[in-house]
């Protein structure tokens, strides 16, 4: 058995004498690990980084083998991320959610699309990356089954106006309908209705605490395992960025 395609790198974990467990993600393959021999050295460690876009190929003698992988850098995310902490903790939390929340060689063609789009995004800079790192968290919640309803307001049918989710429902709440339980609610920020509206940290922000309250709720809390720690230092970040308290 043996495939090779365009794959991200979403962990690497030493393993034997020099070898790593490698995790991708490939389009038709999803969240796949393979063993890397020599993945741990100095020559192939570069190429095993979070982040990375690489042609991987992958064989084994059955189909539900570790296996062997082996790579040829595409694009070097992680190396060009190292020296903005912003973009690397963004890089290193959406790939932490990516191997936490996908199952295992369960083809998500979207998820790895989406993925590719935040990391391209990237090299314009996080400003561009992290209204994309959002929509990608929200279509990744969809793609499991715990979509956001963002249409129409749960209280009235409105569509106009929504600025808030509920924790209990996800669906979106207009600002007239939410005001007597604003401090119960979401923010909902407006470019994750529509991706053309401009934003800004604060929009960052509000987008991060909605999708991540999701994610540790269903994607990770369902699984009874945490929300991994690189998404919770990436919110903290943006977090103190802005100036805001966790509870703003």
Same mark, same amino acid.
């Given at each position: ?79 060009? %991320? ?14 932490? &959610? ?11 063609? %979207?998820?790895?699309?989406?993925? &590719?789009? &935040? ?35 749960? %209280? ?93």
């Amino acid at each position: 058995m043996e495939w090779a395609a365009p794959a991200i790198v979403l962990a690497a974990r030493p393993y034997g004498e020099g070898g790593a467990v490698v995790t991708l993600l490939t389009e038709a393959h999803g969240r796949h690990a393979g063993l890397a021999k020599g993945g741990a050295s100095r020559g192939q460690a570069a190429l095993w980084q979070p982040g990375n876009l690489i042609e991987a190929r992958w064989v084994g003698r059955l189909a539900d083998q570790l296996g062997a992988v082996s790579g040829e850098m595409v694009h070097a995310a992680a190396a060009r %991320a190292m020296d903005d902490p912003l973009a690397l903790a963004l890089l290193t939390a959406a790939c932490a &959610v990516a191997e936490g929340a996908l199952p295992e060689r369960e083809a998500h063609p %979207a998820c790895f699309h989406g993925l &590719v789009r &935040v990391i391209s995004a990237l090299a314009r800079g996080p400003e561009d990356a992290l209204p994309l790192l959002v929509q990608w968290e929200a279509a990744l919640l969809a793609e499991l089954g715990y979509g956001l309803d963002l249409a129409s307001c749960a %209280a009235t049918g409105s569509t106009e106006d929504l600025v808030w989710v509920s924790p209990r429902s996800g669906r979106a709440v207009s600002a007239a309908a939410g005001a007597p339980y604003a401090d119960r609610l979401l923010r909902l920020p407006a470019f994750l209705r529509d991706d053309t509206k401009p934003s800004d940290l604060q929009e960052w922000l509000a987008g991060l605490r909605l999708t991540g309250f999701f994610l540790a709720r269903d994607a990770f809390g369902l699984q009874h395992r945490p929300l991994p720690q690189a998404r919770v230092m990436l919110q903290d970040r943006v977090t103190n960025l802005t100036g805001s308290s966790e509870n703003a």
